[in-house]
């Protein structure tokens, strides 16, 4: 079975650093491209980042761009998410989701599966 | 205000057919694979259709999708109780290089 679990969310001055890690299982973790997307409570969703497989290609939201940082390790079968200079506004519930297969442009990509989130609260 | 407009909100009584639409723009849904998510409160969404009009395994075929210029839409044909959820489209920007969702439609059955 394909899953995805997330961890590291917690509460969080603004100002303040996060890591949020994902771990993937009963797939080939390094075949795939991977993404971010959270969810304010009650509210719609907004993609954060993408990574391709190799990590060749990246892409950020311009709402984290410069403060977030997407990486992967292949051989952990993991996900990562490193927040930097958060803000209030950063307070979401964190989804990772897999891409397509990593010969297929991010762009083309569908989101599936997607972890159970986790959440980060950014409050002084 | 999403880049993807959809409608906050729709629905219908069990049988009827509900068709949701995403309008988007020439750099976005015109250019790209719009992709259907399904969400039911507390939990992650799930993929319902992608690349336009596919439907993964075990999604009932009442669902469909289908695009069309600059706008794609999610019919769901025989409505069943077990469809109220929040709908999301998605796709590929090209201006903003990133991905755009819709803010997202309540289906409700009456």
């Known amino acids: 079975e394909v899953q995805l679990v997330e961890s590291g969310g917690g509460l969080v001055k603004p100002g303040g650093s996060l890591r949020l890690s994902c771990a993937g299982s009963g797939f080939t973790f390094s075949s795939y491209n991977m993404n971010w997307v959270r969810q304010t409570p009650g509210k719609g969703l907004e993609w954060v980042s993408s990574?391709?497989?190799?990590?060749?290609?990246?892409y950020y939201a311009d709402s984290v761009k410069g403060r977030f940082t997407v990486s992967r390790d292949d051989a952990k079968n993991s996900l990562y998410l490193q927040m930097n200079s958060l803000r209030t506004e950063d307070t979401a519930l964190y989804y990772c989701a897999r891409g397509g297969d990593s010969k297929i442009l991010i762009r083309s990509n569908s989101f599936d599966p997607w972890g159970q989130g986790t959440l980060v609260t950014v409050s002084s | 205000q999403s880049v993807l407009a959809q409608p906050p909100s729709a629905s219908g009584t069990p049988g009827q057919r509900v068709t949701i639409s995403c309008s988007g723009a020439s750099s976005n849904i015109e250019s790209h694979n719009v992709n259907w998510y399904q969400q039911f409160p507390g939990a992650a969404p799930k993929l319902l259709i992608y690349a336009n009009n596919g439907r993964p395994s075990g999604v009932p075929d009442r669902f469909s999708g289908s695009k069309s210029g600059t706008s794609a839409s999610l019919a769901i044909s025989g409505l069943q109780s077990e469809d109220e959820a929040d709908y999301y489209c998605a796709a590929w920007d090209d201006s903003l290089n990133g991905l755009v969702f819709g803010g997202g439609t309540k289906v409700t059955v009456l």
């Open positions: 990574i391709s497989g190799g990590s060749v290609y990246i």
